[in-house]
């Protein structure tokens, strides 16, 4: 049976017929009371039919999406952190992201990553020690390669260095010296991570509302910057894309945060098209909210599923699933090692049974979505030029 004759069992049904049924189900009730109202006036109707689109819907890629499981990992003992760490390679993360709150000499640097296979996973840093001093981690893994007999350029991963949002004064000859640098040595390696601005971040307040139609917006403005002040610099835009990342606080409204991820990755092909540079799909970390979750540890357990499955359907390239006991750990009946492998197993169910990573924009062609996406999209637009 081909396609159109599968099809052919379901006659089209016009959107004039659907409101007629629709009305009739409602009992008259007007279908306007039954819209979600967002902030800043935009208002998300709960029904949408192929009529309301000119063109027919299309993915956003064309190739599926195969994110990377990651795990945070808080360095306060870099012995503790290492044991961690390599707990959550044999538990099946992909990649690492250490957070260093202070800088690491050589010796506490090699300690952290023993027995780590360098080449073989993606090796993330954040915290304070980054937004201070970036260019220690890429020394420091820069020395420890060659210790390994390894080239550099063979290291994949990200720094989580933000300057613009923090500082009022950039030393832009710094970083683009770093970019230079990174280019040669660690042409796999993300430098600049475009971070979700803190007044978007709130989870259960108003800020929740905020977040859809200004982060996306200011994260723009941000990256922007940087592709004007580091081009100046003589560095191409198509290099300085290539070493973003933008970072992703990700809620519990399930659709909401699918079109969000999704209006991104619309927003940013705008940005690089009126720069002339080539297209490419930016690269987006995702955690999660941490105000999402709730006392009650279990309901988290079951939130932390929708919530990835909002990330991983989005679009996102890295995504760390919170523990269910994040902040809560003193009221857990189990040990913390059980609550990582558990938002580890998450990510493996939505790989290793869901297949989601073998699909190409999973979301596209919704037509909710495709509508919320849009709407999304242009409020961030108007954010962004504002």
């Known amino acids: 049976m081909t396609n159109n004759d599968l099809f052919s069992e379901f006659p089209p049904v016009s959107k004039t017929d659907w409101l007629r049924q629709i009305a009739k189900d409602l009992k008259d009730k007007p279908l306007e009371d039954l819209n979600w109202q967002l902030p800043k006036g935009l208002v998300v109707s709960p029904f949408v039919h192929a009529d309301d689109f000119e063109t027919p819907l299309t993915p ?34 992909e990649g690492l ?54 080239s ?9 260095y933000d300057p613009v949002p923090i500082s009022k004064i950039v030393d832009w000859r710094y970083l683009a010296d770093l970019l230079e640098y990174a280019r040669e040595k660690f042409p796999q390696f993300k430098i600049i991570q475009v971070s979700i601005p803190e007044r978007c971040s709130g989870a259960d307040s108003a800020h929740e509302a905020i977040s859809p139609e200004l982060s996306s917006g200011v994260q723009l403005r941000n990256a922007n910057i940087y592709l004007q002040k580091l081009s100046e610099r003589g560095i191409p835009v198509q290099d300085i894309a290539n070493a973003m990342q933008f970072s992703v606080l990700v809620g519990k409204s ?17 940005v690089l098209k009126a720069w002339n540079a080539p297209l490419q799909s930016p690269t987006i ?36 699933v919170l523990p269910y006991d994040a902040g809560r750990e003193t009221q857990a009946a ?21 297949a989601l990573d073998e699909v190409a924009d999973p979301a596209a062609g919704s037509y909710y979505i495709e509508t919320l996406t849009r709407q999304l999209a242009e409020r961030a637009w108007e954010e962004f030029q504002g």
């Open 254 to 270: 399930y659709f909401l945060e699918i079109a969000r991820l999704r209006a991104l990755k619309l927003l940013w092909f705008n």
């Open 97 to 150: 992201c250490f957070w260093l709150e202070k800088p690491l000499e050589a010796a506490d640097f090699g300690q952290l990553l023993d027995g780590i296979h360098l080449d073989f996973i993606g090796l993330h840093f954040s915290g304070q020690a980054i937004l201070e001093n970036p260019g220690m981690v890429l020394g420091h893994l820069e020395n420890l390669a060659r210790q390994r007999g390894l």
């Open 334 to 354: 189990y040990p913390q090692a059980f609550s990582r492998r558990i938002a580890r197993n998450v990510q493996h169910l939505m790989k290793m049974e869901s």
């Open 285 to 320: 970390v995702a955690h999660f909210q941490p105000e999402a979750y709730s006392t009650d540890l279990y309901t988290n357990m079951i939130r932390a599923t929708t919530m990835a499955m909002s990330a991983v359907l989005g679009g996102t390239s890295r995504l760390t």
């Open 152 to 160: 550099s350029t063979q290291l994949r991963g990200s720094l989580a």
């Open 60 to 93: 956003l890629l064309d190739q599926p999406n195969t994110w990377e499981i990651c795990e945070d990992i808080v360095v306060s003992d870099p012995v503790g952190a290492n044991r961690q760490a390599l707990e959550a390679l044999e538990g099946g993360a």
